[in-house]
């Protein structure tokens, strides 16, 4: 009976261990429904991002960063917040750049990537290998750009939703949240939304995130151990 009883006690510390140390972050593709997203940042960091970051701390939310080289190297206490409250940094190239980019040698989007990755990595012992495309891989990464990026080991994600607050974002910052309730409409998950560290993205974001918890969606952020693919090309090499 005393042998039952321990086992019982030991059974229910245990428990109730798991439960203090875990952790409120959720990661990418950890589960199967249709209501999971991913709110994703492009450009920054800037002097925006801590505005967002503040955010997404207070709302236990978060996010994945897709950072410009030269921004990382500007803003290094920022890069470091930012994974330090676990939101996870990616890359965003280094010209953001049609002409620099997508036109001359098959290896410039790779080459770009690389040079982003080790700033990273310079700045803060993370070493990142998703990338995003400047204005999205379509039409852009053609077959031989991402062949040469897949040979680096890279992964490239897209979007679903195109918030174009770059766009809104001072003229009429409400039309941010109206493009993400409008574009989920007849999606199903995971769903990827695309932002930019912004003024007006930063004024909104505490009303897009309410939305979608009322509208009983997950927040997540990327995990490179359970990587999904996202891209418009639909490439499994990513």
């Given at each position: 009976?005393?042998?039952?009883?321990t086992?019982v006690?030991?059974?229910?510390?245990?428990l109730?261990?798991t439960?203090?140390?875990?952790?409120?972050?959720?990661?990418?593709?950890?589960?199967?429904?249709?209501?999971?997203?991913?709110l994703?940042?492009?450009d920054?960091?800037?002097q925006y991002?801590?505005?967002?970051?503040d955010i997404?701390?207070?709302?236990?939310?978060?996010?994945?960063?897709?950072?410009?080289?030269?921004?990382?190297k500007?803003?290094p206490?920022?890069?470091?917040?930012?994974?330090?409250?676990?939101?996870y940094?990616?890359?965003?190239?280094?010209?953001?750049?049609?002409k620099k980019l997508?036109?001359?040698?098959?290896?410039?989007?790779?080459?770009?990537?690389?040079?982003?990755?080790?700033?990273l990595?310079?700045v803060?012992?993370f070493?990142?290998m998703?990338?995003?495309a400047?204005?999205?891989?379509k039409?852009?990464?053609?077959?031989?750009?991402?062949?040469a990026l897949?040979?680096k080991?890279?992964?490239?994600w897209?979007?679903d939703?195109?918030?174009?607050?770059?766009?809104?974002?001072?003229?009429?910052?409400?039309?941010?949240?109206?493009?993400?309730?409008?574009?989920?409409?007849g999606?199903?998950?995971?769903i990827?939304?695309l932002?930019?560290d912004?003024?007006?993205?930063?004024?909104?974001l505490?009303?897009?995130?309410?939305?979608l918890?009322?509208?009983?969606?997950t927040l997540?952020?990327?995990?490179?151990q359970?990587?999904?693919?996202?891209?418009f090309?639909?490439?499994?090499?990513?």
């Amino acid at each position: 009976m005393l042998k039952k009883t321990t086992t019982v006690i030991f059974a229910m510390l245990l428990l109730l261990s798991t439960c203090f140390f875990s952790t409120n972050k959720t990661y990418a593709s950890e589960k199967t429904a249709s209501k999971v997203v991913y709110l994703t940042f492009d450009d920054g960091p800037n002097q925006y991002t801590p505005k967002i970051l503040d955010i997404l701390k207070k709302k236990q939310a978060h996010a994945t960063f897709f950072m410009i080289e030269g921004n990382i190297k500007r803003n290094p206490k920022t890069v470091k917040r930012m994974i330090k409250e676990g939101n996870y940094p990616a890359l965003h190239s280094v010209s953001h750049s049609v002409k620099k980019l997508y036109r001359g040698s098959s290896k410039n989007v790779a080459v770009e990537m690389e040079k982003t990755r080790q700033t990273l990595l310079r700045v803060s012992k993370f070493n990142s290998m998703l990338t995003r495309a400047p204005y999205g891989s379509k039409p852009y990464m053609k077959k031989p750009l991402r062949d040469a990026l897949a040979r680096k080991g890279f992964k490239m994600w897209d979007w679903d939703i195109d918030t174009l607050d770059w766009k809104y974002n001072r003229t009429n910052p409400k039309t941010i949240t109206s493009r993400v309730k409008s574009g989920l409409k007849g999606k199903k998950g995971p769903i990827v939304i695309l932002f930019h560290d912004s003024k007006g993205t930063a004024q909104q974001l505490p009303i897009i995130i309410d939305y979608l918890r009322k509208k009983g969606y997950t927040l997540e952020v990327y995990n490179p151990q359970k990587h999904i693919v996202k891209n418009f090309w639909n490439d499994k090499r990513f």
